[in-house]
């Protein structure tokens, strides 16, 4: 399976560094944006969810319109969609982006978030929901009749959809820590998001996917999605010191628009600040104070060093399993492209090294 990279999208100029609120949509930088994305080497690029974001179908059509080669992952949740509606939506991308979209389905980690769209299910409900809103989206890619579905959080008659996939059907991620998100994401998933945690930690959880979907009784077993944050300059010196700078952005962001001090409801987030509580740094460059002072909210590790040193540590979550590498940084447009310069060429080659190096040995 090859290794294949994934992006965050962004709708303008607007960052963690130097935010701007509530700032609309800029076209211009969009479209240039996912040009770099494209450009720089990436796979995939996310267009995440949230109860006050902009909506990720419309912009993964512009995407679509304006890229060749990238795919869109579109996150939602099952509250704010019904599955059949949904199935029409990402076919209909699906159709439009020639083959290219994906959707990450999310359960909800936060109760309040939930809430602010009318879903007051609790957790281990939301992720029964999720996977029941999944074969539903199977079903309707597959099925050449009309069908019924009555179920646990959905119920319908005589549906029938003649909106096809390309390729008769998208491929479906989930993520999470938890031991519901693993019993979700073996079961019914074709790509398991993890957020990055050192190598020990992320070894257990590739393990409890797969243990997971092998007592789902499937003979295969989800892809893995690994995201960090790297802080990349030509020597280590100079990415420690680059890394000193974006913490010290993120503090006076964080004293400007005060961060909840409330420990998160999400599993992830609490993994992530217990990392950060025994250590600042992991393994060969995993940093974890970012999370500390973001109360990790979101993905919020971090890889710093030389692109050699982050593309080392890459290539070890690769050995685990990993074959999907999330990489986005703290200056959105620039990190694109030096990622795209830096890193993933360094990546590849050393892949594409160790294939040549098999097939002699064979």
């Known amino acids: 399976m090859p290794v294949e990279f994934i992006s965050l999208t962004y709708p303008n100029s607007s960052t963690e560094l130097s935010p701007v609120p509530k700032a609309p949509i800029d076209t211009k930088f969009l479209v240039r944006y996912a040009r770099a994305v494209e450009d720089a080497g990436f796979d995939y690029t996310l267009l995440p969810y949230s109860s006050s974001s902009f909506d990720n179908f419309t912009i993964a059509a512009a995407i679509s319109e304006h890229t060749e080669k990238v795919r869109p992952i579109v996150a939602l949740r099952p509250n704010t969609v019904y599955p059949t509606v949904a199935a029409r939506s990402l076919a209909t991308l699906d159709q439009l982006s020639e083959g290219r979209a994906v959707v990450h389905v999310i359960a909800g980690g936060s109760d309040r978030e939930q809430a602010r769209e009318g879903d007051f299910l609790d957790k281990a409900s939301r992720y029964d929901r999720a996977g029941e809103y999944i074969d539903i989206l199977r079903r309707a890619w597959s099925d050449h009749e009309a069908f019924d579905h009555r179920g646990t959080y959905y119920e319908f008659e005589d549906f029938r959809n003649?909106?096809?996939p390309v390729n008769g059907t998208i491929p479906v991620s989930v993520g999470g820590s938890s031991d519901s998100a693993y019993r979700l994401g073996g079961k019914s998933a074709d790509i398991f998001g993890l957020?990055?945690?050192?190598?020990?930690?992320?070894?257990?959880?590739?393990?409890?996917?797969?243990?997971?979907?092998?007592?789902?009784?499937?003979?295969?077993?989800p892809r893995f999605w690994v995201t960090f944050r790297p802080i990349i300059a030509p020597t280590e010196e100079?990415?420690?010191?680059?890394?000193?700078?974006?913490?010290?952005?993120?503090?006076?962001?964080?004293?400007?628009?005060p961060i909840s001090s409330h420990r998160p409801?999400?599993?992830?987030?609490?993994?992530?600040?217990?990392?950060?509580?025994?250590?600042?740094?992991?393994?060969?460059a995993l940093w974890t104070v970012p999370a500390a002072v973001t109360n990790a909210q979101g993905a919020s590790t971090a890889l710093v060093g030389t692109p050699e040193t982050v593309?080392?540590?890459?290539?070890?979550?690769v050995d685990l399993g990993a074959t999907l590498i999330s990489i986005r940084g703290y200056d959105n447009y620039n990190d694109v492209i030096d990622y795209g310069r830096y890193v993933l060429p360094l990546i590849r080659q050393e892949l594409t090294r160790r294939e040549h190096a098999d097939a002699f040995s064979h």
Do not use: C
Not at 198 to 219: C, H, K, N
Not at 241 to 256: D, P, S
Not at 267 to 279: E, I, N, P, T
Not at 311 to 317: R, T
């Open 162 to 164: 003649d909106v096809r």
């Open 195 to 221: 957020w990055g945690e050192p190598l020990a930690e992320t070894a257990e959880q590739i393990a409890a996917v797969d243990a997971a979907a092998a007592a789902a009784g499937r003979s295969d077993r």
């Open 238 to 257: 100079l990415a420690w010191e680059k890394a000193g700078r974006v913490l010290t952005a993120l503090e006076r962001n964080a004293a400007v628009n």
């Open 265 to 284: 409801e999400n599993v992830g987030s609490r993994r992530l600040l217990d990392l950060a509580a025994r250590g600042e740094v992991h393994d060969r």
């Open 311 to 317: 593309a080392a540590a890459i290539l070890d979550y």
